[in-house]
């Protein structure tokens, strides 16, 4: 089959499915705690100054609260190439956007790259290709973090991020892991203004309200309806980062799992990591300036 009528096949099962649930509109929606489909997302493509190319991919895990763990390997692939490009094994609930990217070379062309999941007995691709339309840049990915359709600041640089403690690391059960991140960020786009235009210095009681709804946020560690790694924490102060279990065996808990740094500019933020089961675990933190993320990985061997 032919790339462009694979595509087609694509596109045809999509409309099925959306006429299958327009003519069941009149039932309820149904929600899923366990046993369904995670579907790998393409998000499109973005152009390199060095010619290449970067794809770029996401998931929907259609399960409200089961985390499935897919190992890379005949269930949890990309093709052409090598298998493993650095994708999840460990898949949160609900939507998570821009989670990895995958570096393609500048002659790339009209082939495919497709990541192909099996989860819950169902398989599921992602067919990442560089057609125009599916080109993205930071306005794009600033108004599908849901911040906003009005564009994105040309001169906004990535955040940068650190682990002073190295990104190899050992603990015993039942110890858990103090992990510290160093940020820094040039302070674009910097914070949003409160929405009633007041100062946050001179409305302490709104300045208090934003800080109990960023402690609410870091403390949910799979939101139901969101992504886990959400804007919205580095919205108040133009940045944050949000741990996630990137790969690996059993829970991991972060206390807690978002952080925002104060000031917008830099700073070090801390975090509590609790592991469940011993193993190779891979964690991964985003630095977040509310558009751009910068991940690192961080390799736990848990004894």
Avoid: C
């Avoid at 050992?170 to 786009?189: R, S, W, Y």
């Avoid at 949003?192 to 208090?208: L, V």
């Amino acid at each position: 089959m032919t790339t462009r009528r694979r595509r087609r096949v694509a596109t045809g099962a999509w409309v099925a499915f959306v006429t299958l649930v327009a003519a069941a509109g009149a039932h309820a929606q149904l929600r899923f705690d366990r046993g369904q489909n995670v579907a790998p997302v393409f998000e499109g493509w973005e152009q390199n100054q060095d010619g290449t190319f970067t794809m770029v991919f996401g998931y929907l895990n259609r399960n409200y609260e089961e985390m499935p763990e897919i190992p890379v390997g005949p269930n949890n692939m990309l093709e052409p190439g090598p298998a493993d490009r650095g994708q999840p094994t460990r898949f949160y609930p609900r939507r998570q956007q821009f989670i990895f990217r995958v570096q393609v070379p500048s002659d790339w062309g009209e082939k495919d790259l497709v990541w192909t999941l099996t989860a819950n007995g169902r398989t599921d691709q992602a067919i990442g290709s560089l057609w125009p339309s599916w080109k993205i840049d930071d306005g794009v990915i600033k108004a599908n973090r849901g911040m906003g359709i009005n564009g994105a600041p040309a001169d906004n640089q990535q955040p940068s991020v650190a682990v002073p403690g190295g990104t190899e690391l050992t603990v015993t059960l039942p110890d858990t892991l103090t992990l510290t991140a160093v940020l820094g960020d040039d302070g674009i786009p910097g914070p949003t203004a409160p929405r009633n235009g007041s100062d946050a210095d001179e409305d302490p009681d709104a300045a208090a309200r934003r800080a109990a709804a960023r402690a609410r946020a870091a403390r949910v560690q799979s939101p139901n309806n969101q992504a886990v790694v959400d804007a919205r924490v580095a919205r108040d102060t133009g940045l944050a980062i949000t741990w996630t279990h990137y790969r690996g065996p059993g829970a991991v808990t972060f206390d807690p799992m978002s952080i925002a740094i104060e000031g917008g500019r830099g700073g070090e933020a801390t975090t509590t990591v609790s592991f469940a089961e011993p193993g190779t675990h891979v964690l991964r933190g985003y630095a977040d300036d509310s558009i751009h993320t910068t991940p690192i990985d961080v390799t736990v061997t848990v004894k």
